[in-house]
Every structure is written in structure tokens, then in C-alpha cells.
């Protein structure tokens, strides 16, 4: 799933969901799916629908940081488990700015980016 960036979104200002199906480029199905979900909407307004821009930058900030995982120092996310696992004794390998190794819990291929070494600091 793409992040969606609210850039083009003001805080102070309210949109119709055809308004912003066109500016976050969505279908205005998964907006009313969003609504269903927690996003909130202008009480007094019944048809059209109406959200308000900082209730909708607020909602997409808590749908994204939550999906965020904090990774130990050797650890690794692994995409089939969808958690953060350590690589299998022995497997691990350096290349470059990455870390090759292999899942613990489900044997699959695991890669870590890491930073460059800073040798001033």
C-alpha cells in the first residue's frame, strides 16, 4: 500500500468526498471505509458528507505511525512474518549498506539497510 502524502490538504478548510477522492487520488468508497474506521466528520453536515482537513491529516498520521515496527539493533523485519525477528545464526552477510540474513520463525530471505559509517564521529 502507497503512503499518501497530505500535501495538497489545508487544515482549516472542509472538503466533500468527491473533493478529496480527486486530491488523494482514492475512490470514494475507501473514503466512506475510512470514515466507518474512525475518521471523523462534520456532525451537522448529512448530504454532502463533510471532513474537516485536520481531522483527515490526523487520521491518515495515526493509520501510518501504527504500522511502524521498532527494530533492535540485529534485528530484522521480515515481510511474510510482518514482525520484527532475528536472522538465523551464522546466515547473516554484509554487503555494502545492507544486511542479508535468513527468518528465524519462517526460513524466508530477510534484508536490513543500514547507515554508512560516519568515520568523523
Known amino acids: 500500500m502507497k ?8 487544515s482549516h478548510r472542509s472538503y466533500k468526498i468527491e473533493e478529496l ?3 488523494l487520488s482514492k475512490n470514494g468508497k475507501t473514503l466512506l471505509r475510512w470514515i466507518d474506521s ?3 466528520t462534520i456532525p451537522e ?12 491529516k490526523e487520521f491518515l498520521r495515526a493509520k ?7 527494530l533492535n539493533r ?3 523485519y521480515c515481510l511474510s512474518c510482518k514482525k520484527a525477528v532475528y536472522g538465523k545464526r551464522g546466515s547473516i552477510e554484509n554487503l555494502s549498506n545492507r544486511k542479508i540474513a535468513v ?8 534484508v536490513r539497510i543500514t547507515k554508512p559509517y560516519q568515520k568523523g564521529l
Open 38 to 40: 474512525g475518521l471523523k
Open 64 to 70: 501510518y505511525s501504527k504500522k511502524k515496527v521498532k
Open 103 to 110: 527468518c528465524v520463525v519462517c526460513r524466508g530471505k530477510i
Open 74 to 76: 540485529n534485528q530484522f
Open 3 to 10: 503512503k499518501i502524502s497530505p500535501k495538497g490538504i489545508f
Open 45 to 56: 453536515s448529512k448530504k454532502p458528507i463533510l471532513i474537516m482537513g485536520s481531522d483527515l
Open 21 to 23: 477522492s480527486v486530491i
